[in-house]
């Protein structure tokens, strides 16, 4: 049992040791490039983040105005960006950007479809959602529109938001091809790096 214990420990601190020189290695090449594209690499995540919390911001709008809601602008815009800002940096830093940085990301269509996926779910379509609590709130707090009854609430903002999901479609793609292109790019930085001759050792 001690030889098995012993024989797995020694395992993982080789795996984890060649993680670590996998980072350093990729760490140091990036280094080496040009200053805009050791900034896409480091902080293409915050980018895509910046698109999510625009799409906030535009949904939020949409349903300030169908619920006819003038009240607490800043209230509801801090949230509706701040917090789709917060969850696709995140997404696509733990989804794209470390995977690429620690050598556990290499292939080129992996990444687009990631940061994709990121960009749609995370980025667009989830500030949509978050938009319906937020102003539902406050629309219930000002008394801006009628809202439903217990037994129609699923069928009332169905009906409200799906003109405003027509409207976001744009915004939602727009956001899904930026991120895919952001990790496009970032792919393209690291496959720059790693041809690079190694120096300073």
Same mark, same amino acid.
């Given at each position: 049992?001690?030889?098995?214990?012993?024989?797995?420990?020694?395992?993982?601190?080789?795996?984890?040791?060649?993680?670590?020189?996998?980072?350093?290695?990729?760490?140091?090449?990036?280094?080496? @490039?040009?200053?805009?594209?050791?900034?896409?690499?480091?902080?293409?995540?915050? /980018?895509?983040?910046?698109?999510?919390?625009?799409?906030?911001?535009?949904?939020?709008? *949409?349903?300030?105005?169908? @619920?006819?809601?003038?009240?607490?602008?800043?209230?509801?815009?801090?949230?509706?960006?701040?917090?789709?800002?917060?969850?696709?940096?995140?997404? /696509?830093?733990?989804?794209?950007?470390?995977?690429?940085?620690?050598?556990?990301?290499?292939?080129?269509?992996?990444? @687009?479809?990631?940061?994709?996926?990121?960009?749609?779910?995370?980025?667009?379509?989830?500030?949509?959602? @978050?938009?319906?609590?937020?102003?539902?709130?406050?629309?219930?707090?000002?008394?801006?529109?009628?809202?439903?009854?217990?037994?129609?609430?699923?069928?009332?903002?169905?009906?409200?938001?799906?003109?405003?999901?027509?409207?976001?479609?744009?915004?939602?793609?727009?956001?899904?091809? *930026?991120?895919?292109?952001?990790?496009?790019?970032?792919?393209?930085?690291?496959?720059?790096?790693?041809?690079?001759?190694?120096?300073?050792?």
């Amino acid at each position: 049992m001690g030889v098995w214990q012993s024989g797995l420990k020694m395992e993982h601190n080789q795996d984890t040791e060649r993680r670590l020189s996998i980072n350093e290695i990729i760490a140091r090449r990036v280094k080496q @490039l040009p200053q805009g594209d050791q900034n896409l690499f480091m902080t293409g995540s915050a /980018y895509v983040g910046l698109n999510a919390a625009f799409c906030g911001l535009i949904a939020n709008s *949409f349903f300030r105005r169908v @619920l006819n809601v003038t009240h607490a602008r800043i209230a509801s815009a801090l949230p509706m960006a701040v917090l789709p800002f917060l969850s696709t940096h995140i997404t /696509y830093q733990n989804a794209v950007s470390l995977p690429l940085s620690s050598g556990n990301l290499s292939c080129e269509l992996c990444t @687009l479809l990631r940061g994709g996926l990121t960009g749609m779910i995370i980025g667009g379509i989830y500030p949509v959602i @978050l938009a319906i609590p937020i102003n539902g709130a406050l629309a219930a707090r000002y008394n801006s529109a009628p809202l439903p009854q217990r037994g129609n609430i699923w069928t009332y903002w169905i009906t409200v938001s799906q003109p405003i999901f027509k409207k976001m479609v744009f915004p939602i793609m727009l956001q899904t091809v *930026f991120a895919a292109y952001v990790g496009s790019r970032q792919y393209g930085v690291l496959i720059k790096a790693l041809e690079l001759p190694e120096t300073g050792i």
